[in-house]
């Protein structure tokens, strides 16, 4: 089974600059998830999908950043503009839909550094 | 709110050594789960073991094992007989069990407990 596929896995911008991030989820898992790493620091969510619906999204600066989950597969996360201050890596998670939290499986991940 | 305290920031050990990492959680919820998550050097979290509050008994799996005391809302995971493979960042994680509120499912990480195992 194809675990959670994250692209691209680096991204260097300038700041000002727009950048997006796909994710593709562990198939059948109807939830999905984008966190945000600082270095040092475990994982913070930023919005999370229950099919296309964005159920969560209370830690998304949505000023800048914006996500969707078109048709409730394949995920898009975006920043316009970026700040030097979003230089960090972006994970997505996925998790099969239920009346309990069950594990979240992670992709590997997308390293942003804006400069 | 829900917090997720690793005090341990660092531990360094030798193969073969048996080390503990502490986990320490808070939450107002009366039913949540607990996860451990490992994220090697490459950089992908990897599922280690999810427990709701409702099961103290404790788990062991190979090498592994987790010690779960809702006593002291403490979740400690031991790796007997340490390998250079196991070093990696170790997390904690909370989340609550509450279908239909915003946070269901939200996972609440620890700052994680950075372990090098040394030859």
């Known amino acids: 089974e194809a675990g959670v596929v994250q692209s691209p896995r680096y991204k260097i911008i300038e700041k000002k600059q727009p950048v997006a991030f796909w994710c593709n989820p562990i198939s059948g898992h109807n939830t999905l998830y984008w966190y945000l790493q600082n270095l040092g620091q475990g994982p913070e969510l930023l919005i999370r999908y229950e099919n296309e619906e964005a159920v969560d999204d209370s830690q998304l600066p949505k000023d800048r950043f914006s996500a969707e989950r078109l048709k409730g597969v394949d995920s898009t996360l975006k920043i316009q503009p970026a700040e030097l201050g979003d230089s960090a890596v972006y994970l997505c998670a996925s998790s099969r839909a239920g009346g309990t939290p069950y594990e979240q499986y992670f992709g590997p991940g997308t390293r942003l550094t804006v400069t | 709110a829900q917090k997720v305290t690793q005090a341990q920031t660092e531990i360094s050990v030798v193969e073969k050594e048996d080390v503990t990492l502490d986990c320490v959680y808070e939450?107002?919820?009366?039913?949540?789960?607990l996860f451990w998550y490992k994220q090697p050097p490459s950089g992908e979290l990897v599922f280690l073991i999810r427990r709701n509050s409702f099961d103290e008994q404790n788990e062991i799996s190979g090498r592994y094992s987790w010690n779960f005391q809702k006593s002291t809302s403490s979740f400690n995971f031991t790796i007997t007989a340490s390998q250079v493979v196991d070093s990696a960042v170790y997390f904690c994680?909370?989340?609550?069990?509450?279908?239909?509120?915003?946070?269901?499912?939200?996972?609440?990480f620890g700052q994680g407990t950075i372990l090098t195992v040394h030859p």
């Open positions: 994680a909370l989340s609550e069990a509450g279908a239909g509120g915003t946070s269901y499912g939200k996972l609440t």
């Open positions: 939450t107002r919820d009366t039913t949540y789960y």
